[in-house]
């Protein structure tokens, strides 16, 4: 079992470029996730999906695209990169039930 | 609004010692607790939980305590080992609104433990 696995682990961007995180895991759960990571802010929610097909808006999913085509994957879609999004992104699953989130190992993001 | 607070960004414990890391929150509809543990380069993974009908669960050297009327936990680390140092991020699960659970994260403590 890979568990959760992202890539790439390091980008950097210019503002205005788009790009794609990937995200797949291999657990079989329903429950997908991506946070981001600031300084002094913790983990913060930018979107999330409870199956195939289904997605929805966490804390701060401004500038953020996702989709949920399979179970496997959920990529999240930078549209028009910006300094603000400069990051370190995780992503993670869990089954329906149950209460633990699995994290992938990091995305670190930098905008120029 | 930071609804789940980790008040002391880093906490220095001599080995062997206790290390005691701190969470408060505001929201009453949290039901579930987590502690998640991480190292540099790598994302967090889970440690312990407790949910809100209980006010203690503990996992060897690890206890978490939950004190539901000050809207305060805490998680005990004893003895403390020099592997133990990470950044430690508290979680709460949101009971009400849809099935998924939303978490909500404090800003994290950085633990060093000293040998």
């Known amino acids: 079992n890979a568990g959760v696995t992202q890539t790439p682990k390091f980008q950097v961007l210019k503002t205005g470029q788009s790009m794609t995180l990937q995200c797949a895991q291999d657990?079989?759960?329903?429950?997908m996730s991506w946070y981001r990571q600031d300084p002094g802010m913790g983990l913060r929610l930018i979107h999330y999906?409870?199956?195939?097909?289904?997605?929805d808006q966490g804390e701060v999913p401004n500038g953020y695209n996702v989709s949920r085509s399979t179970t496997e994957d959920f990529p999240l879609r930078l549209l028009s990169a910006a300094p603000s999004q400069t990051s370190v992104y995780f992503c993670?699953?869990?089954?329906?039930?149950?209460?633990?989130?699995?994290f992938g190992p990091g995305t670190r993001l930098t905008v120029l | 609004d930071q609804q789940v607070k980790q008040n002391s960004p880093s906490l220095s414990v001599q080995e062997g010692r206790i290390s005691i890391l701190n969470c408060d929150y505001t929201?009453?509809?949290?039901?579930?607790f987590l502690w998640y543990k991480k190292y540099p380069a790598e994302g967090p993974t889970f440690l312990i939980s407790?949910?809100?009908?209980?006010d203690k669960n503990e996992d060897g050297r690890f206890t978490v305590f939950l004190n539901k009327s000050a809207k305060h936990l805490s998680l005990h680390i004893v003895p403390s080992q020099p592997g133990d140092s990470a950044v430690y991020f508290c979680a709460a699960r949101y009971a009400g609104g849809t099935s998924y659970g939303k978490l909500t994260f404090g800003q994290g403590t950085i633990l060093t433990v000293h040998p």
């Open positions: 999906s409870v199956g195939a097909g289904i997605t």
């Open positions: 407790i949910s809100s009908i209980k």
């Open positions: 657990m079989n759960h329903e429950y």
């Open positions: 929201n009453s509809m949290f039901d579930y």
């Open positions: 993670a699953s869990r089954a329906s039930v149950g209460n633990t989130q699995y």
